[in-house]
């Protein structure tokens, strides 16, 4: 961007000049890191800071994972995985800024830590809306919102449309491949089961089709990127607090640990022992 750009949008009176700072809202951006502790606390700062720039990026992933969606409807093979070897960026990025986060000792946090009171990371509601895009859905997660939570609304909606992994099977079905009907037509609002008859059609492309393969197997990427960003989470909040409650009511490490492991899509880690 040039350091001054004619406005033609509202910013600033007529003829006025759109600049770096007005077009990013940086005063605004800036004006958000609040600590609550008296001082306040040096590390408070960077605890704000990291989580915001998370949510800025669960906010970007959510973007591009709809317009994944939407370009597998529209049958476009190739922006569909430069899309997601965009997403597998971000997601690196993601894990790589728990080493920030772990710079900070558990003496440190604590000495802002009863601030946050019943806050926590347990009620992002965009990582939430993340899962329930790539289908790891919960009725008993949206319960965890209160009626007059405006993120509820936008929680009860992914929950209730089709996933990622069902625009790939569509978009399979429409290349000829022989996706069993029942999942076609499958309640989206439970969970992706393995499920043979359709591992037997992925291992048909795996062997048939290099372009539609290296589709499934940035999924799993991103299955196993996800994975990953969930293991490095739980050994940084272990390490922070170890085995202590979380804040907001969560059992902290330990519910952390159950959902490690729980792949996103089943059925293509469940080809590799059949290939």
């Given at each position: 961007m040039t350091e001054k750009e004619r406005t033609t949008d509202g910013e600033g009176p007529p003829g006025s000049y759109l600049t770096y700072a007005g077009?990013?809202?940086?005063?605004?951006?800036?004006?958000?890191?609040?600590?609550?502790?008296?001082?306040?606390?040096?590390?408070?700062?960077?605890?704000?800071?990291?989580?915001?720039?998370?949510?800025?990026?669960?906010?970007?992933?959510?973007?591009?994972?709809?317009y994944v969606v939407r370009l597998l409807r529209a049958n476009d093979l190739a922006r569909a995985q430069h899309t997601m070897k965009r997403i597998l960026t971000i997601l690196k990025v993601l894990v790589?800024?728990?080493?920030?986060?772990?710079?900070?000792?558990?003496?440190?946090?604590?000495?802002?830590?009863?601030?946050?009171?019943?806050?926590?990371?347990?009620?992002?509601?965009?990582?939430?809306e993340l899962e329930f895009a790539l289908g790891l859905k919960s009725r008993w997660a949206i319960s965890r919102y209160p009626q007059h939570e405006p993120?509820?609304?936008?929680?009860?909606?992914?929950?209730?449309?089709?996933?990622?992994?069902?625009?790939?099977?569509?978009?399979?079905?429409?290349?000829?491949?022989?996706?069993?009907?029942?999942?076609?037509?499958?309640?989206v609002t439970g969970p992706i089961e393995p499920d043979p008859e359709l591992q037997e059609v992925v291992i048909e492309v795996y062997r048939s089709n290099p372009?539609?393969?290296?589709?499934?197997?940035?999924?799993?990427?991103?299955?196993?990127?996800?994975?990953?960003?969930?293991?490095?989470?739980?050994?940084m909040v272990e390490r922070t607090i170890g085995a202590k409650p979380g804040t907001g009511g969560s059992a902290g490490v330990e519910y952390l640990r159950r959902t490690l492991f729980k792949p996103a899509?089943?059925?293509?880690?469940?080809?590799?022992?059949?290939?």
């Open positions: 077009y990013l809202k940086l005063e605004d951006l800036l004006s958000l890191q609040q600590p609550l502790s008296e001082g306040p606390e040096h590390d408070e700062m960077l605890f704000i800071i990291i989580h915001q720039v998370y949510e800025l990026w669960f906010k970007e992933v959510l973007h591009e994972v709809d790589a800024q728990l080493d920030i986060l772990e710079t900070m000792t558990p003496v440190e946090f604590l000495t802002f830590r009863e601030r946050l009171e019943a806050a926590s990371g347990f009620q992002s509601h965009q990582f939430r993120a509820l609304e936008r929680l009860q909606q992914r929950y209730e449309e089709p996933t990622l992994w069902d625009a790939l099977l569509a978009f399979l079905s429409r290349e000829g491949y022989g996706v069993p009907a029942h999942l076609l037509e499958r309640d372009a539609i393969s290296e589709l499934c197997e940035r999924f799993v990427d991103l299955d196993e990127g996800l994975q990953e960003w969930r293991y490095r989470h739980v050994k899509f089943p059925d293509l880690w469940g080809i590799r022992t059949r290939l």
